[in-house]
């Protein structure tokens, strides 16, 4: 059904009704141009842009969209002059050399006033004054000849023994150059070395006579000694090269070796893995195996015992389901379920047990139940259809929580609810009115402003309308023509280098004319920019040099090599004013009396004893000493007594290993069926274990199975 009510338009269908408003077009306006952006540069003269949009108003339902420019580009000022970067002015002539003799320096210069740095702009590179020196030199300066350090000794020129070192210098510290005098004094000197005594090596004695021999079978040996004493080493020699023992062998014949068992092996797999069964295991007689004569081993080889003897397990096995049961709900969804048992068999004896369930489940339904529809919750109001002066908002509901069935009831009540808003006025944005007249410059030079103004009243804004866009004044520059600045001194710079180091000299200073720099027709700096001084006044240093050699001393030690000393002054001339003293020692010593002093010999300590030659039943050990603490040289005496030291070792008796003796008979069977055991037993005395010997290997015992027969 439609009913038409004025510009609304319903239609009624049911419980639900919709509306529909017919809406009139409205075309577009531009707003006004916004405050101009920040200048495009931050000093002198630039750009700017402003913008305008299509809001005033914008266009709805169908109307038209604006025309125009929405963006212009306007001229503006930045607020402060543009920075001058500072440059260098020509550079002076160069000035006088600063020594009369030898190397020196001149200099020239160029200050940074070409232009001058201004309005927070770069000083030059290098500040404000640059200095370049070169090198200069009127004439050479004598030099007279000084010696070098001492280099070290030259190595010995014998490796042992008696030899020279020397050692030399050069007449470079400096060397004598432009008519200054060459150096006075010897340019090499010798002494007297000896790196170490020259060493002796070390030579054998004849061989002494072979001892006994050390077992009675199976290959023995014999021992003979010699010495290192023909002669002893000395002085670090060579020892003697090659043992101080001899052995040769003896009695090689082969000893009688009796047989003996070795240890048993592993038992082998079992006969059954339940219920009873049997395992074995071997020897083997090769511990020893009996040769040249020996006994055989005695006794079985082999030897069985029982195993498994547990009872065998039995794995449990699932009955058959049981009927499923009875639903559990008359209506809906509901459950039944079945049932069986792990007891076919039952798990014994450690058997596993069932795998999978005992009980089963699944869903069942008899019927559906009936459903009675209930309402959802409102959803939100919706967006009004006007934004002022009016409108209306809907909001639904869904009948859903939960929706009928089954032969349920339906919702009561209605799906759809209307309420109006935006019922306020509609709001009115401001606009500018037009400019004022610019005010009076507030500077005569130098960059002043003036300003205009405008008033936001064409219209005024109302019910909460914009207000106008941008500022409500407008200011520009005026009487931008530089105002004149008279230049004034900057502070004077610390004092450059002295130019000589002693015997007079001059420093130089500066201060530059930036402070302010003179610009726009105003004066200059009155006065010098440079300043000089005189320095280092103090007299130049004079380095000593030595005077001539003094004889030398007599000689301090009669024979093995004494020293005799002679001697110089330095002052030729004497160091003066801080100059620097005489190099190396006032003093110079040389060998004399270099013949060797006579040495008589002397016993150095003994050395440990060797090995005994015997390991028990007794044996000898030796020891030895040199005469080399010192050894006898230049004619002095040897040492008296003897360099070899013998004694007793390993008297103890030798150890006997114990032998098994012969097994005895075998034990009545412990059991008359079924698989029993007989023993046998043997003694360790053949022959008996003593002084230390091995007790006999393997068991004095051995079991064998009897009566193996199954009982009735």
């Known amino acids: 059904k439609i009913i038409r009510r004025g510009k609304y338009t319903q239609w009624k269908t049911g419980l639900n009704i919709y509306l529909i408003i017919s809406l009139l077009p409205v075309n577009g306006g531009l707003s006004e141009w916004s405050t101009p952006s920040s200048c495009s540069v931050t000093c002198g003269e630039g750009e700017a842009t402003q913008t305008r949009t299509c809001t005033n108003p914008a266009p709805a339902h169908g109307g038209n ?28 002539m160069f000035g006088p050399c600063s020594s009369l003799c030898g190397l020196g320096t001149q200099t020239r210069s160029r200050n940074c006033t070409n232009p001058i740095p201004m309005h927070g702009g770069k000083i030059c590179a290098d500040g404000a004054v640059q200095v370049e020196g070169k090198s200069c030199k009127l004439k050479e300066c004598p030099v007279d000849g000084g010696y070098s350090s001492w280099s070290s000794y030259s190595e010995c020129s014998e490796a042992c ?23 006075q004094g010897a340019s090499t000197e010798e002494k007297q070395c000896k790196v170490k005594e020259c060493p002796v090596n070390g030579k054998w004695s004849s061989w002494g006579g072979y ?7 199976g290959g023995g040996l014999q021992t003979r000694s010699r010495s290192c004493n023909n002669p002893a080493p000395a002085h670090s020699g060579n020892p003697c090269k090659g043992s101080s023992t001899s052995s040769k062998r003896c009695n090689t014949h082969e000893c009688p070796v009796n047989g003996n068992w070795g240890k048993w092996s592993g038992f082998g797999v079992c006969s059954k893995k339940c219920g009873g069964g049997t395992k074995s295991r071997s020897r083997r007689c090769n511990n020893s195996s009996p040769a040249h004569g020996g006994r055989k081993c005695s006794g079985s080889s082999t030897q069985s015992a029982q195993c498994n003897t547990q009872h065998c397990r039995v794995d449990g096995g699932l009955s058959t389901w049981s009927a499923f049961s009875k639903c559990s709900k008359a209506c809906g969804a509901g459950h039944t379920h079945r049932t069986r048992s792990c007891t076919n068999p039952s798990p014994a004896h450690g058997g596993k047990g069932c795998e999978g369930a005992l009980v089963e489940k699944k869903s069942c339904k008899v019927k559906e139940c009936p459903v009675n529809g209930n309402w959802g919750s409102w959803g939100s109001y919706g967006s009004c259809d006007n934004k002022c002066g009016g409108g209306v908002q809907e909001r639904f509901r869904y009948c859903n929580n939960p929706a009928p069935a089954h032969g349920g009831k339906g919702c009561p009540g209605y799906a759809k609810m209307v309420r109006a808003c935006n019922t306020h006025k509609c709001p009115v944005n401001g606009n500018w009115g037009k400019w004022g007249g610019f005010s009076s410059c507030n500077k005569r030079c130098g960059g002043g402003l003036q300003t205009r103004y405008r008033s936001c009243n064409n219209p005024s804004p109302a019910h909460g309308g ?9 200011s520009q520059y005026c009487n931008t023509q530089k105002c004149p600045v008279n230049g004034n001194w900057g502070s004077w710079g610390s004092y450059g280098s002295c130019n000589n180091k002693c015997g007079g000299g001059v420093q130089e200073r500066f201060r530059y004319c930036n402070n302010p720099a003179p610009a726009h027709g105003g004066k200059g700096c009155p006065g010098y920019a440079k300043m000089v001084r005189a320095c280092n006044t103090h007299k130049c240093p004079v380095n000593g040099n030595w005077g001539k050699w003094g004889g030398f001393s007599s000689c301090n030690k009669r024979c093995g090599g004494g020293l005799q000393t002679r001697y110089r002054s330095c002052n030729n001339p004497t160091p003066a004013h801080g100059g620097k003293s005489c190099p190396g020692s006032p003093a110079h010593s040389q060998s004399c009396n270099t013949h060797k002093c006579p040495v008589n010999g002397n016993w150095g300590s003994w050395g440990s004893y060797g090995s005994c030659n015997n390991k028990c039943g007794g044996g000898v050990q030796e020891r030895f000493r040199y005469c080399n603490n010192p050894a006898p040289a230049h004619g002095g005496k040897g040492c008296p007594g003897y360099a070899k030291m013998v004694r007793a070792c390993n008297t103890h008796k030798c150890p006997v290993n114990g032998n098994w003796g012969k097994w005895g008979g075998f034990s009545s069977c412990n059991k008359r069926c079924g698989g029993g055991l007989q023993t046998r037993y043997r003694s360790c005395n053949n022959p008996t274990p003593a002084h230390g010997g091995k007790s006999c290997p393997g068991s004095h015992a051995h079991s064998q199975s009897c009566n193996t027969k199954k009982c009735p």
């Open 211 to 217: 001892g006994g021999c050390s077992k009675r079978c």
């Open 466 to 474: 914009k207000s106008c866009p941008g500022s409500h004044a407008h």
């Open 161 to 183: 023994g008696d030899g020279l070192m020397t050692r030399k210098r050069t007449c470079t510290n400096p060397s004598p150059a432009h008519g200054g005098k060459q150096c």
């Open 65 to 92: 969209d604006c025309e125009g420019d929405r963006k212009r580009t306007v001229k503006c000022n930045a607020p402060k002059l543009c920075p001058v970067d500072g440059g260098y002015t020509e550079w002076s």
